[in-house]
């Protein structure tokens, strides 16, 4: 009980300290609103996730008027993004939106010129005026000076991991992929990258019980890059960025990236601690075509090209002088782009799978997202002309071009993997080989030989014959280069897609009508007593025990009836292991 007077000091000493309490709780309380603020915000703009089709600007209003990204506090991780950001949103190209579609415009294909693709028949493939290409040279140029050389505190040092990009379709497909993985005896830890909050929360059960069962975990994109960033590009993220995204926000400092339809079928492990891995820092794999990049972009992006001298024949190189020019006036028209000095090398780049080192090649990673943020109309169209797969594939190996960094790009040819029907084979995965194999044979049975001292002398063309007799025996299709990853690409390994192609599904059977990979088989190890395993009998197993044995829940099965779903499943596991 308060005594009837108080001394005046120790009046004004409780007030004091009242004030203090009030104020306390007055700010805890502010604090919490403005939070509360933020998250409900951030759930109606991440209700757009990419693998949704619906959008509501209204939202993107409202989170504009009611929030101000400076009230907000930031990690040092999240202010190194929002510089960053801020960057790339300065290399947009000040062209209207509704003018950008036909910036650059592809001409008719009966209009182009034929043959190898020379300097000549690359430009004849498509028009971009003068005011263009100088406005794309003035942001390219600012990007290219402002951003780091590194990507800081982005990533815990001396790390290995895989990345997938997940969310709806794509997490079972990551799932189905990272239990071949986990066959292979990989142990690296795994990160799937969840684009949206609104990912996250429609698989909790996937992200907090399933994965973590595989040293698995997820990674929400937003939670990387912070509300300053999110605010801002939440609207702009889709399709192929996200690849890019995933890159830039694991915590792994050496990253398999792999396409969440691709299998892989040999242990990766290794692959992190190979001499190649460390004298590279950077390691792709081939498309089926020749590269296909406008010479405009390398005026574009400052890049010289040195049309007096080729320095390679296709996919492998020559032994130059390094000051000498090499090709008369016919020559120099003569020669395909790519094997031109400064020109990024052929063959075009399948981006399914890639190593990549965060420390050695941060600044790659960071021109990429450049090249991928504002793909679509801009960058994409350059990196391919219209060529097939134009996307994010070739923006790797050219922003390593453009920035003078190392890396291998695989020599062997694409296994292709497919079934005939009436006659006429299709297509469907890709199978590509071991990186350490290939380029212990092709050091061995090309560069080093193509390479010695003697060979310096000697005329191109001369090389160029080398080249094709060292070629006779074809060892591009070796098979002592084991396919290292299966690129399933079309049709995708998902039960609920191919039940409903009439072209391959049987429904009288309620089965498949072709083996889609027809019998392919592979060992996982280099020893030849070691039993095959069937590829495509495997997948649908795992699929079996996943879907039906299991019953794990995947949103992208969640409004199918499970028990039909696995009728089909069992059918194929049974007529397959016949």
């Known amino acids: ?155 815990k040092p001396n790390t290995n991991g895989i990345v997938f ?97 691709n299998i892989l079928i040999q242990n990766p492990d290794s692959i992190f601690e190979s001499d190649l891995f460390k004298e590279y820092g950077m390691i792709m794999w081939p498309d089926y075509w020749r590269r296909t990049t406008s010479p405009v972009f390398y005026d574009v992006a400052g890049v010289k090209i040195n049309e007096r001298k080729r320095v390679r024949s296709s996919r492998f190189s020559l032994n130059v002088d390094k000051s000498e020019a090499n090709l008369d006036d016919n020559e120099m028209h003569a020669v395909p782009y790519h094997d031109l000095e400064g020109a990024v090398p052929d063959l075009s780049t399948e981006s399914g799978q890639l190593f990549i080192n965060k420390a050695t090649h941060g600044k790659t990673l960071l021109l990429s997202l450049y090249y991928n943020i504002y793909g679509p109309d801009q960058f994409y169209k350059l990196l391919s002309l219209g060529a097939p797969g134009e996307g994010d594939k070739d923006t790797f190996a050219t922003a390593a071009t453009v920035l003078n960094q190392k890396f291998y790009q695989i020599k062997s040819h694409i296994k292709t993997i497919g079934y005939f029907e009436d006659g006429n084979f299709q297509g469907v995965a890709m199978g590509q080989k071991n990186p350490v194999k290939d380029y212990e044979l092709f050091k061995n049975k090309f560069y080093e030989p193509i390479m010695k001292e003697e060979n310096k002398s000697k005329p191109v063309n001369d090389q160029i014959n080398m080249i094709e007799k060292l070629m006779k025996d074809n060892p591009l299709n070796s098979d002592k280069i084991p396919v290292f990853a299966m690129h399933c690409n079309f049709p995708k390994l998902d039960p609920l897609d191919l039940i409903r192609r009439d072209s391959i599904y049987d429904k009288d059977k309620n089965q498949l009508k072709y083996k889609l990979y027809n019998g392919f088989s592979f060992r996982r190890t280099d020893n030849k007593n070691e039993p095959k395993i069937d590829f495509e009998l495997q997948q649908w197993k795992n699929m079996q025990n996943v879907i039906c044995k299991e019953k794990l829940y995947f949103v992208h099965f969640s409004q199918v009836d499970n028990n039909e779903l696995c009728k089909f499943v069992d059918n194929q596991v049974k007529w397959l292991s016949k």
């Open 1 to 155: 009980m308060f005594p009837t007077r108080m001394p005046r000091g120790k009046l004004r000493l409780f007030g004091v300290l009242l004030l203090i309490v009030v104020l306390f709780f007055t700010a805890q309380q502010a604090s919490k609103d403005k939070y509360k603020s933020l998250s409900d915000a951030f759930t109606k703009v991440e209700k757009y996730s990419p693998f949704n089709s619906q959008k509501n600007d209204k939202a993107y209003q409202e989170l504009d008027l009611k929030l101000k990204v400076e009230d907000y506090k930031e990690s040092p991780e999240h202010e190194f993004w929002e510089k960053i950001f801020v960057i790339l949103n300065k290399g947009k190209a000040d062209i209207p939106q509704d003018e950008m579609a036909s910036a650059i415009q592809y001409i008719e294909k009966s209009k182009q010129k034929k043959g190898q693709n020379t300097k000549d028949v690359l430009l004849s493939k498509a028009y971009v005026s003068a005011e263009v290409i100088k406005e794309f040279q003035k942001k390219h140029k600012i990007v290219l000076d402002e951003l780091p050389s590194d990507l800081e505190a982005t990533y």
């Open 165 to 261: 990009v997940g969310g709806g379709r794509f997490s079972w497909l990551t799932y189905l992929s990272l239990l071949s993985l986990r066959a292979t005896g990989s142990e690296v830890p795994v990160e799937v990258m969840m684009p949206t909050y609104n990912d996250y929360e429609n698989e909790l059960e996937f992200c907090s019980v399933i994965l973590p069962k595989l040293n698995a975990a997820c990674v929400v994109v937003p939670n990387s890059l912070g509300s300053a960033v999110m605010l801002s590009w939440t609207k702009k993220f889709k399709s192929y960025q996200f690849k890019s995204l995933a890159l830039i926000t694991s915590s792994f400092q050496n990253i398999l990236l792999l396409d969440s339809d």
